[in-house]
Nanobody, 127 residues
Framework: QEQLVESGGGLVQAGGSLRLSCAASGRTFNSYAMGWFRQAPGKEREFVAAISRSGRSTIYADSVKGRFTISRDNAKNTVYLQMNSLKPEDTAVYFC????????????????????WGQGTQVTVSS
């Protein structure tokens, strides 16, 4: 089973930036599409961004488009989420997930499409 560990969360002021990392322990990371999701208190888990196994294709939720960037470094078995212009509404626990299909479609916005999940990292944006 693939193990995913998120890091990089913390407390920032509105307008600030954070970069989240998700490190995978498996030996087939290069074959997975990767996604980021988040869950705020009292809300459903929502899609943030996804990236294909090659890194050539990405998808973003409308709420983060233009502010967040997903990327990956397959040599390091790591996917990143660069978050800029953070808003208090971005406060949530952020999870990374792996999809064995390797490619992304509109279905990549559904949490049910992913096979492995990390335990999450807290991001808090103060006003």
């Amino acid at each position: 089973q693939e193990q995913l560990v998120e890091s990089g969360g913390g407390l920032v002021q509105a307008g600030g930036s954070l970069r989240l990392s998700c490190a995978a322990s498996g030996r087939t990371f290069n074959s997975y599409a990767m996604g980021w999701f988040r869950q705020a208190p009292g809300k459903e888990r929502e899609f943030v961004a996804a990236i294909s196994r090659s890194g050539r294709s990405t998808i973003y939720a409308d709420s983060v488009k233009g502010r967040f960037t997903i990327s990956r470094d397959n040599a390091k078995n790591t996917v990143y989420l660069q978050m800029n212009s953070l808003k208090p509404e971005d406060t949530a626990v952020y999870f990374c997930a792996a999809d064995q299909k390797g490619y992304i479609t509109t279905t990549s916005s559904s949490s049910f499409m992913y096979d492995y999940w990390g335990q999450g990292t807290q991001v808090t944006v103060s006003s």
